[in-house]
């Protein structure tokens, strides 16, 4: 059973482009969650998509958006990068929305790197 | 908003002991949750805890959920080598998200 994909792994880009990341969930999961990696802030909720509707939303600006397909696979952008934008970006799968539990098998990828020069 | 503390922040031990750490915060979680994070990976589930006073294991993992339902306790017996890596206490907050500690960074010496 494959696992949670995150493309790509690694990514430069440049302040004031914009960027996306795919993630493509282990298959039969239909709810998709973000989170934002750093250092100083640790790990933060960005959103949460199931059945291609946006099922809940962290305190991140308006240039953090996302979407889901009806695969199931999403994907998350962002736009007028910021240095501060630099961080992991892991996505969560699991088949039902809501917390992160055994019961809900909710299962992350390796993530997304992004450094913004 | 609900925040959650970890402690130690980083934690470096001799192979074979015992570990703890904790996690609290100021409101009341009705779930606590503990992850582990290995170098290059995602965070990946170890145990969950649904019940204040819950006393839960997985292996050489007990964790326990506090009574006063602001706090966890994560202990690790007999740590071994594959153990390094951060630990995270996570929880779902009033609005169904599920927040993270900052974690705690567990290494051990050789």
């Known amino acids: 059973k494959a696992g949670v994909t995150q493309t790509p792994r690694y990514l430069i880009k440049t302040r004031g482009q914009q960027v996306t990341l795919s993630c493509s969930p282990i298959?039969?999961?239909?709810?998709v969650s973000w989170y934002q990696q750093t250092p100083g802030q640790g790990l933060q909720f960005l959103f949460e998509y199931f059945s291609e509707t946006q099922r809940n939303k962290g305190n991140f600006p308006g240039r953090f958006s996302g979407r889901q397909f009806s695969n199931s696979r999403s994907e998350m952008n962002v736009s007028t990068l910021e240095l501060g934008d630099s961080a992991l970006y892991l996505c969560?799968?699991?088949?039902?929305?809501?917390?992160?539990?055994?019961?809900?098998?909710?299962?992350f990828g390796q993530g997304t790197r992004l450094t913004v020069v | 908003g609900q925040q959650l503390n970890q402690s130690p922040q980083s934690m470096f031990i001799q192979e074979g002991e015992d570990v703890s750490m904790n996690c609290t915060s100021s409101s009341i979680f009705n779930t606590w949750l503990w992850y582990k994070q290995d170098p290059g990976e995602g965070p990946v589930l170890l145990i969950a805890l649904y019940k204040a006073g819950e006393l839960t294991s997985n292996g050489r993992l007990t964790a326990q959920f506090g009574i006063t339902r602001k706090d966890s306790f994560l202990n690790i017996s007999a740590s071994i080598p594959s153990d390094v890596g951060i630990y995270f206490c996570?929880?779902?907050?009033?609005?169904?998200?599920?927040?993270f500690g900052k974690g705690t960074r567990l290494h051990i010496l050789p």
């Open positions: 969560a799968s699991s088949r039902s929305p809501g917390q992160l539990t055994l019961n809900t098998e909710a299962f």
């Open positions: 298959s039969g999961h239909r709810s």
């Open positions: 996570a929880g779902p907050n009033r609005d169904d998200k599920i927040i």
